[in-house]
C-alpha cells in the first residue's frame, strides 16, 4: 500500500483538518531541535486522542509504512527526525492535564502537554514535577519519556525514569495498553524502565502518570565567578567531596556566558572564564547549613565574585542566563553542535583540558555548558555552514570529544538521547554482543521495524536477521535463554500483532 | 526604490534560528491549534523555503495570515531572530504575489507537487491563488476606512443609531452579517456601545503645562483612538500637562501607518509615515508621545521602514528617536503632581505592541502601582495576545475569538474589577467578550486612570 493511499484513512480517522499533505507544510516538520538531520515526512499526522494513536499505528502496521512520532520537536539528538517513506505522528494536539491528585502526589497528563506546564498544575498544591530539561517552557512530557530526560536539577532528583510511574502506550502493533500500575514499584519486569528512554522504538506514549514532588520548604541559589574552568572543577569536586547533595551544580565558560549575556542579559560577572551555580534545596536549617559549608569551600577555589539568591525572581534571573544558553549560542555562530557527553566528575578537568586543545588545534569554537555535579557535559561546537568544510570539521571534533569522555570512562549520551545524530558513536561504547542484546528488547515490541526505524543503533537491521553479518546467532539464543526474535530468518513478520504482555 | 529588504538580508535574518522551540508555548496560534506551521519556528520555516525558491502556495499564504503579529515570539526568543522583518516581509508577499521570491503563486488548484516556480506556475491563470473575491473586498473596505478618522467617525452615527433602536442585537441574532461577511459580524460584535458623542471633545492644538515647563511634547491623537476613544487622548493631555509638560496636538496629523505596515502594505504604510514626519518635524518638540501601543510601535518602526529611501532615511531615524509610549515617557520624566487614590482592583494587561514590541512591561506597572489604593493584580497569560492585533479580529474573527475567550476567563479568574490597557484595539476586544457573557467589567486606558487620580475625581 503507497502512503497517499493512506491519506483517507488517516483523514477519518484524525479529522481532515489534522492530516497534512502540503509539501511547503511537510517540510516544516523536517527537523527537531537539532537541524542537522532533516528529513521530510511523506505524511504528517495530528491525532487528538489515544484511540486516534493507535487507530493511525494500526493502519501503518497494516500497510508496514514506518512512523515516527514527535512531540515539541526540541530533541537535540534528531530522535524525531522523520522518515521520508513514511508517517509523523504529531502528539502536540495531545496536550490535556487529566488529572493532578495533590493526595496521592500524582498527575496524569497527555504526552504533549509541556514539561513546565505539569509544574504550573501542580503548584498550587505546593508540588512540582522534578525533571526541569533547560527546554521545559516547550518540550513535551512525552518526548522527556522517549529520551529520559534529564535537567540541572537530576542531580538530586532524578531523571524522568525515577518520576513516571505508569505509561498508557500504543505498541507498535497498534494495541493500546498501560505499563507501570502508577505506584512506581515494578511487578514482575519493570517494562516501565524499560519503555522510558528507549527513544521512540518501543512504541508511542498517550498518557503519562507521574510523581509530584513536595516543593522544598528553602531554596538557595549561589552564583560564583572564577577565572578558571579548573578553579571552578575544584569547587565542585570539593563540594560533593564534602557529602552535600546540591539540587543543581551547573558551569558555564566564557564564551557560554557571553552569549547568555547577549540573549536574556542575565549580568553575570564580566569577563569571568567561568561561572559557578550551586543551589541548594530542602528544609531551612539543612539548607542553612550546608550553604555555610559551600560558601567556605566557593571562596577557597578562588571565586571572584559570589552572589545568592533566595527569593524566586531573584533565582529565575540567575537560572534564565543558563537555561536560555543553547539557543542563545545562536548568536554566536550560525550553526552549532550541542554535545551531550558523559565523564566522571573527577576526569571533569583533563576533559575540558583536551576540549580546549582541540579546538585551538581545529580553528572550532566550543563553548562549554554543563551538568557539572554529574559530569554531563554540553560542548556546543560552533561552525558556519556557509564556509566550505567547516561542518564537516566541527562534526570531527565532536566526534572526537565523545572518544574523549569514553576514553576517560564515561558515555556517548547524559540525557539528550542517541536518536540518529549519535548512532554511529554506539560502537565505541558498546560491543556486538551489547548492541545485539538491546535489539532483542527491541524486536520484542517491534518486531517488524516500523516504529521509528533508524534511530540507535548504528546499523538497521529487520529483526528477523541474523544479528552481526559475520557472526552466530545471539548467544542469549544459542544457550536457550531467549528466543530468536521475529520468527522466520530473513523475513520481517508482518501483522497480525504480537501479544506482548 | 524597493518595498522589500534583499532576500540575502531576509536569509540572514532567517538564519538566526537555530530552531529550538522556545516561541511556541508563547504564540497564541500555537497555543490554540498545536501546529508546527502556526507557530514562529513554522513560519520562519516557511518563510526560509519561500527565499529559497518555493512557489508561495494557499495553504502557505494562510499560516502568514493567521500570524497575530503580537511579537511574543520575539520576547521568547534567546537566539534574538528578528521575526517582525520575516512576517513583514512574508505579509508583502502575500498582498503583491508577484513580489515573492519566486514570482506569483501556484493556482490552488494545481496539483501540490507542481515544480517549483516552472514558467506555468507564472503564467497568467497564477493570479487566480490570490485572495478570494471577498478577503480582498473585506481588506480593501478596512483600509478605505480605518486609517481615515473622519470615514471611521462617518460610520458611527449608522452604528450608533443601530445601536439605540437594537438593530444590531435584531442582525446579530438573524445571523444575517456573518453570511455576508464574518469581519461585518465581528465588527458588529465589537463595536463599542454607544459611542460617546465626539463633537465638543476636540482637543485643542496646545495644552499649556501646569507649573514649571519640565518638556514640550507632540501627541498623537490616532485614527481609532480619537474616534473611539476621545476621552483617553483627552486625559493623556490632561495627565501630561499636569506633569508639567507643554502638549502639542498638530491638526493636520493622519494615520500613523500602523495598521498598513503591520498587513503587509508597505507602500502605503511609507505614504503614511512620511507625512506623519512632516507633521510632528514642524511641531518642535522634545519628544512625541503616543498612547496607543500599535502606534507607537509602528512609529518607532519608521526607521527601518524607510531605511532605504535616501530622501527620509535620516528623517525618519530623527523621528522613531523621539517617540516615547505615554507610560514609557512618564516613567522617565519622574511624577511631579500629586496622586489621590483610586481604590481598586484592577489588572494590567499588557498590549503586544507596547509588551512585546516596544518591551515596556515595567513603566505601566510602576505608574499605577504608585496610586493610593489601587491593587494591581497580574493576568497569569500576561503575555499572550488578546485577539485583537490590529485589524486580526475582523480577518480572522474565528481565532481572535477563541483568544478573547481565553483572555476574558483570564480577567474573570484575576478578580479584577477593571482591566487597564493601553491600545484601543485589547479594550474593544475584551470589552467586547466580557460584554458577550453580561459580564461588568469596567475597561480603561492607563492615561484615564492616572487622570483619575491625579485630577481627584473618580472616573
Known amino acids: 500500500m503507497t502512503i497517499s493511499s493512506l491519506v483517507p484513512r488517516m483523514s477519518r480517522i484524525c479529522g481532515p483538518g489534522n492530516v497534512v499533505t502540503d509539501p511547503l507544510e511537510l517540510r516544516t516538520y523536517e527537523c527537531d531541535g537539532l537541524t542537522s538531520h532533516r528529513a521530510t515526512p511523506a505524511l504528517v499526522v495530528l491525532p487528538c486522542d489515544a484511540g486516534q494513536v493507535a487507530a493511525v499505528v494500526r493502519e501503518c502496521a497494516a500497510a508496514g509504512i514506518p512512523f515516527v512520532a514527535r512531540g515539541s520537536g526540541t530533541g537535540l539528538s534528531g530522535g524525531a527526525v522523520p522518515r521520508e517513506d513514511g508517517v509523523l505522528i504529531v502528539m502536540s494536539k495531545m496536550r490535556r492535564v487529566l488529572e493532578v491528585d495533590p493526595l496521592a502526589r500524582r498527575a496524569i497528563v497527555e504526552p504533549g502537554v509541556t514539561n513546565l506546564a505539569v509544574t504550573q498544575a501542580a503548584a498550587p498544591y505546593g508540588l512540582f514535577y522534578a525533571p526541569d530539561p533547560s527546554s521545559q517552557v516547550v518540550c513535551s512530557v512525552g518526548g522527556n519519556v522517549a529520551e529520559n530526560s534529564g535537567g540541572a536539577h537530576c542531580l538530586k532528583h532524578g ?11 500504543v505498541t507498535p502493533s497498534g494495541e493500546l495498553t498501560w505499563l507501570g500500575d502508577g505506584t512506581g514499584v515494578p511487578l514482575g519486569y519493570d517494562l516501565l524502565g524499560a519503555f522510558t528512554g528507549s527513544e521512540g522504538t518501543l512504541g508511542i506514549v498517550t498518557k503519562v502518570v507521574v510523581k509530584l514532588t513536595v516543593a522544598p520548604q528553602a531554596v538557595h541559589l549561589v552564583l560564583a565567578g572564577y577565572a578558571t574552568l579548573a578553579e571552578g572543577g575544584r569547587a565542585v569536586s570539593d563540594i560533593i567531596a564534602a557529602g552535600i547533595v546540591p539540587a543543581a551544580i551547573e558551569m558555564m565558560d566564557a564564551l557560554s556566558i557571553e552569549a547568555a549575556e547577549a540573549a536574556v542579559a542575565c549580568g553575570y560577572p564580566q569577563g569571568a572564564g567561568a561561572v559557578l551555580l550551586v543551589e541548594l534545596d530542602g528544609p531551612a536549617t539543612e539548607v542553612e547549613a550546608e550553604l555555610a559549608t559551600v560558601m567556605k569551600i566557593i571562596e577557597a577555589a578562588g571565586a571572584t565574585e559570589v552572589r545568592t539568591a533566595d527569593d524566586p525572581a531573584q533565582r529565575f534571573a540567575i537560572w534564565k542566563g543558563r537555561k536560555a544558553a543553547f539557543a542563545a549560542v545562536g548568536r554566536l555562530a550560525p550553526a552549532y553542535i550541542v554535545q551531550d557527553g558523559v565523564v566522571p566528575r573527577t576526569a571533569l578537568g583533563d576533559v575540558l583540558a583536551r576540549i580546549s586543545a582541540l579546538s585551538a588545534s581545529s580553528g572550532i569554537r566550543v563553548a562549554n555548558v554543563f551538568h557539572a555535579g554529574d559530569g554531563n557535559l554540553h560542548p556546543l561546537v560552533l561552525y558556519n555552514d556557509a564556509v566550505p568544510g567547516e561542518a564537516a570539521r566541527a562534526e570531527e571534533v565532536s566526534g572526537a570529544i565523545l572518544d574523549a569522555c569514553i576514553e576517560y570512562g564515561g ?7 542517541v536518536g540518529v545524530d549519535k548512532s554511529r558513536y554506539m560502537p565505541r561504547m558498546f560491543s556486538d554482543d551489547d548492541l545485539d542484546t538491546m535489539q532483542l528488547l527491541r524486536c520484542a515490541f517491534d518486531p517488524a521495524s516500523l516504529c521509528n526505524p533508524g534511530k540507535v543503533f548504528p546499523t538497521p537491521r529487520l529483526c528477523g536477521e541474523v544479528p552481526g553479518h559475520h557472526r552466530a546467532p545471539h548467544p542469549a539464543v544459542v544457550s536457550g535463554d531467549a528466543a530468536a526474535a521475529g520468527g522466520d530468518q530473513g523475513t520481517a513478520p508482518q501483522s497480525p500483532p504480537m501479544e506482548i504482555f | 526604490m524597493s518595498e522589500q529588504p534583499s532576500t540575502d538580508h531576509l536569509k540572514d535574518v532567517a538564519g538566526d534560528c537555530v530552531h529550538c522551540g522556545f516561541c511556541l508555548p508563547a504564540c497564541p496560534t500555537y497555543q490554540l491549534w498545536g501546529e508546527e506551521m502556526d507557530s514562529p519556528r513554522g513560519r520562519i520555516h516557511l518563510v526560509s523555503q519561500l527565499l529559497d525558491g518555493a512557489p508561495l502556495t494557499p495553504a502557505t499564504a494562510t499560516h502568514f495570515d493567521r500570524c497575530l503579529g503580537c511579537m511574543a515570539c520575539m520576547t521568547a526568543c534567546p537566539s534574538g531572530v528578528q ?16 513580489q515573492a521570491p519566486a514570482g506569483p503563486p501556484a493556482r490552488a488548484d494545481a496539483p501540490a507537487d507542481a515544480p517549483a516556480a516552472s514558467p506555468a506556475a507564472i503564467s497568467a491563470p497564477a493570479r487566480f491563488a490570490r485572495r478570494s473575491l471577498r478577503d480582498r473586498t473585506t481588506r480593501a473596505a478596512i483600509f478605505a476606512v480605518f486609517p481615515y478618522p473622519a470615514r471611521l467617525r462617518a460610520l458611527t452615527a449608522p452604528l450608533r443609531m443601530a445601536q439605540r433602536t437594537g438593530l444590531d442585537k435584531w442582525l446579530a441574532g438573524s445571523g444575517l452579517p456573518a453570511k455576508v461577511s464574518p469581519a461585518a459580524e465581528a465588527a458588529l460584535r465589537l463595536a463599542p456601545p454607544s459611542a460617546k458623542r465626539t463633537a465638543g471633545q476636540r482637543l485643542p492644538e496646545r495644552v499649556a503645562a501646569r507649573g514649571p515647563r519640565r518638556a514640550v511634547v507632540g501627541m498623537l491623537t490616532g485614527c481609532v483612538q480619537s474616534v473611539f476613544f476621545p476621552q483617553v487622548n483627552a486625559a493623556t493631555a490632561r495627565v501630561l500637562a499636569a506633569e508639567g509638560c507643554d502638549v502639542i496636538i498638530p491638526r493636520g496629523q493622519g494615520c500613523c501607518g500602523a495598521l498598513s505596515g503591520h498587513s503587509g502594505r508597505h507602500a502605503e504604510a511609507m505614504r503614511f509615515a512620511r507625512a ?26 519608521y526607521e527601518r521602514l524607510l531605511a532605504d529611501d535616501p530622501t527620509w532615511a535620516a528623517r525618519a531615524t530623527a523621528l522613531s528617536g523621539r517617540v516615547r509610549d505615554l507610560a514609557e515617557f512618564l516613567a522617565g520624566l519622574g511624577p511631579v503632581a500629586p496622586r489621590h487614590p483610586v481604590p481598586v482592583t484592577a489588572a494590567y494587561h499588557d498590549a503586544c505592541h507596547l509588551g512585546h514590541a516596544q518591551r515596556i512591561t515595567r513603566q505601566p506597572r510602576e505608574l499605577l502601582g504608585a496610586i493610593p489604593e489601587l491593587r494591581l493584580v497580574e493576568l497569569p497569560d500576561a503575555g499572550t495576545c488578546c485577539g485583537s492585533a490590529g485589524v486580526y479580529n475582523l480577518l480572522q474573527p474565528q481565532a481572535a475569538r477563541e483568544l478573547a475567550v481565553r483572555k476574558a476567563d483570564s480577567v474573570l479568574a484575576s478578580g479584577a474589577e477593571l482591566v487597564i490597557s493601553a491600545n484601543p484595539g485589547c479594550t474593544l476586544q475584551i470589552s467586547a467578550e466580557l460584554a458577550q457573557r453580561g459580564k461588568v467589567i469596567a475597561t480603561a486606558h492607563t492615561a484615564e486612570i492616572l487622570d483619575a487620580s491625579i485630577n481627584g475625581r473618580p472616573r
Request: aromatic share 6%; proline share 2%; glycine share 12%.
Open chain 2, 83 to 98: 521575526y517582525d522583518q520575516l512576517i513583514e516581509a512574508a505579509r508583502g508577499w502575500t498582498e503583491h504575489p508577484d
Open chain 2, 276 to 301: 506623519t514626519i512632516e507633521t510632528f518635524e514642524q511641531a518642535g518638540v522634545d519628544a512625541i508621545v503616543v498612547n496607543s501601543a500599535g502606534c507607537g510601535s509602528a512609529m518607532k518602526d
Open chain 1, 411 to 417: 558515555s556517548i549520551t547524559g540525557e539528550h538521547g
Open chain 1, 159 to 169: 531523571f524522568t525514569v525515577n518520576h513516571v510511574t505508569g505509561l498508557e502506550v
